[in-house]
């Protein structure tokens, strides 16, 4: 596998499940990211780890639970979602002699609460 | 006011046609500007970047920034079918904190 990849890439999940996404890159890079896409908004930053350190929290509600266990992967645990929660959540990764700003994306899990 | 104007469009063009994109913004810190290309359930690649105000050219893909208007623009010629996808620009001052605009969802009609 090669670049930033994503697992599951769809999610359908009640609000009282519990679930995780996964993330893993392939780039040796020393920084993720999770984001947050809705229709019709920018992206939003959830969280940043750089060599594993968390160094953003953007504010995210305590039902966002990331953790990165090493600099090449990233998970976000879920819990007692809400219906506005549904989104694609993107990771991204950067560093490690590319610029901060050159990230490389996934393509995303297409997360549903219902 | 948003940090980063970008009209969603959609912009439908015949096949061969310039596409013409472009972000307003209101931070003068932004230093690094970008533009990242999405294709429908995937996610963003990062096409181009421009470091302060100018011009490049990547291939039928010319970026510009005009800092003083706070405005940037992406140019693609002699479009094709396979350039359909939603352009996103982002900016940051010079760190990873990136800045995106909504994204314009553009149609090449072959």
């Known amino acids: 596998e090669t670049g930033v990849t994503q697992t599951p890439r769809h999610l359908v999940m009640g609000m009282t499940n519990k679930k995780s996404l996964k993330c893993e890159q392939h780039?040796?890079?020393?920084?993720m990211y999770w984001y947050k896409q809705s229709a019709k908004k920018p992206l939003e930053l959830m969280f940043v780890?750089?060599?594993?350190?968390?160094?953003e929290n953007n504010s995210v509600p305590s039902r966002f639970s990331p953790e990165c266990p090493n600099s090449s992967h990233l998970f976000l645990h879920l819990h007692t979602l809400q219906p506005e929660d549904s989104a694609l959540y993107l990771c991204?990764?950067?560093?490690?002699?590319?610029?901060?700003?050159?990230?490389?994306f996934g393509p995303g899990t297409r997360l549903t609460v219902t | 006011q948003k940090e980063v104007e970008q009209d969603p469009g959609p912009l439908s063009v015949p096949e061969g046609a310039i596409v013409s994109l472009n972000c307003t913004y209101s931070?003068?810190?932004?230093?690094?500007f970008m533009w990242y290309r999405q294709y429908s359930r995937k996610g963003p690649e990062l096409l181009m970047y421009?470091?302060?105000?100018g011009n490049k050219e990547d291939g039928r893909f010319t970026a510009q920034v005009d800092k003083s208007s706070k405005y940037i623009s992406l140019f693609i010629r002699d479009s094709q079918p396979s350039d359909s996808a939603t352009y996103l620009c982002?900016?940051?001052?010079?760190?990873?904190?990136?800045?995106f605009g909504a994204g314009t969802t553009v149609t090449v009609r072959a």
């Open positions: 421009t470091y302060s105000s």
């Open positions: 982002a900016m940051t001052p010079n760190d990873y904190k990136l800045s």
């Open positions: 991204a990764s950067s560093g490690g002699g590319t610029p901060w700003y050159e990230q490389y």
């Open positions: 780039l040796g890079h020393n920084a």
């Open positions: 780890y750089n060599f594993k350190e968390q160094t």
């Open positions: 931070n003068s810190a932004f230093q690094y």
